[in-house]
């Protein structure tokens, strides 16, 4: 799954249009394999967007869940916190000539 791609369900506040479609566009991207396409492949990949986009509003309208919803502050630091101890590791790596060094 691309790391683009973020939860969207079940936060406050509620995913945006602009969030929606972003993901959208990743998904496209990752099962294209094409960052722009070519004008060639452009109504495809752009009417791909669209469905796709479409469908992911659909779902998201239609889920339900008892769990409260999640705070997008709180969400974003988590993911923050998790990338520097990610990273930190992989540098301890680096410098200790561990399996990340090649």
Known sequence: MCRNIRTLH???????VEEI??????????????????KANELAFGRAVDEVTRAAHQLLASLVTSAPPRDREVEASRARARAASRFRFADSQRLSGGPSST
């Open 21 to 38: 479609r972003a993901s959208s566009l990743q998904f496209v991207r990752k099962l294209s394999g094409f960052t722009r396409p070519s």
């Open 10 to 16: 079940n936060f406050a506040p509620p995913a945006t």
